[in-house]
């Protein structure tokens, strides 16, 4: 099992910075990627953007430019970087790993969630 614990999120002006932690903690060996969610009210859950076990990162089209993901040299913690913050990004933020991926599309499914931490972005 893999216990994941987000922090960071709070209430900043559009243009604002915030920088979101994710600690990880358990079987972390068996992990090989880690991600970033979003869901803002009234919509789907969306992919902000993963780091390979490798170092390897993606960022979705929405975010790209603004938002960097990197992680600790122990590989424990993983962080979302969001610079030039907009009113649309306003949403739960969610952590999430997983052991198995695509290394060409980087397709994945999640098999760890943290628990969410509420990012709000005014106008």
């Known amino acids: 099992q893999v216990q994941l614990v987000e922090s960071g999120g709070g209430l900043v002006q559009a243009g604002g910075s915030l920088r979101l932690s994710c600690a990880a903690s358990g079987s972390i060996f068996s992990i090989n990627i880690r991600g970033w969610y979003r869901q803002a009210p009234g919509k789907q859950r969306e992919l902000v953007g993963v780091i390979t076990r490798g170092g390897s990162v993606y960022h979705a089209d929405s975010v790209k430019g603004r938002f960097t993901i990197s992680s600790d040299n122990a590989k424990t913690t993983i962080y979302l970087q969001m610079n030039s913050l907009k009113p649309e990004d306003t949403a739960v933020y969610y952590c999430?790993?997983?052991?198995?991926?695509?290394?060409?599309?980087?397709?994945?499914?999640?098999?760890?969630w943290g628990q969410g931490t509420q990012v709000t972005v005014s106008s």
């Open positions: 999430a790993a997983g052991r198995y991926y695509n290394s060409r599309s980087y397709d994945w499914n999640p098999e760890y």
